[in-house]
Structures are given as C-alpha cells and as structure tokens.
C-alpha cells in the first residue's frame, strides 16, 4: 500500500464521517426544536415575513398582570 492509497482511504474516511457528522447535526436540530426553557425558537423566524401592523404577535402578551 503506498502513500497515494493511504491518502485515497483518509479522504473517503474522513468525507463519509463529515457527512454523517453534518446529518447528525442537522437531525438534532429539527428534532429537538425547543430549548432548555422551553422555548420554541424558531416561531421567531416568521418574525421577517410577518411583520406588518395587522399580523398576530410571535408571543401575545396581556396587559393583566400576574399576581
């Protein structure tokens, strides 16, 4: 086996597991799509597309307060 071989082997190696790598990570992403808290982060996104006067809020908010 010489060294062009070896190289050959590392290269595939090391692409197969950067895609597997980058699936994994893509894959926690969308599965786990709230936080620690809680919190569903990606409601936020549509705040680009739908941020005329008349959209709902992302979070409604009342003005009642908590007691």
């Known amino acids: ?4 071989q070896l190289q050959a082997y590392g290269y595939f190696i090391m ?8 699936y ?3 894959y926690h992403l969308y ?3 709230k936080d620690a808290d809680g919190v569903d982060y ?5 705040m680009a ?3 005329d006067i008349a959209d709902t809020p992302v979070n ?3 003005s009642k307060k908590k007691k």
Do not use: F, P, V
């Open 15 to 22: 692409t197969a597991g950067l895609a597997i790598g980058l």
């Open 42 to 46: 990606e409601n936020y996104s549509n």
């Open 60 to 62: 409604a908010t009342s």
């Open 31 to 33: 599965s786990r799509r």
């Open 49 to 51: 597309l739908k941020d």
């Open 24 to 26: 994994a990570y893509i």
């Open 1 to 4: 086996m010489d060294i062009a």
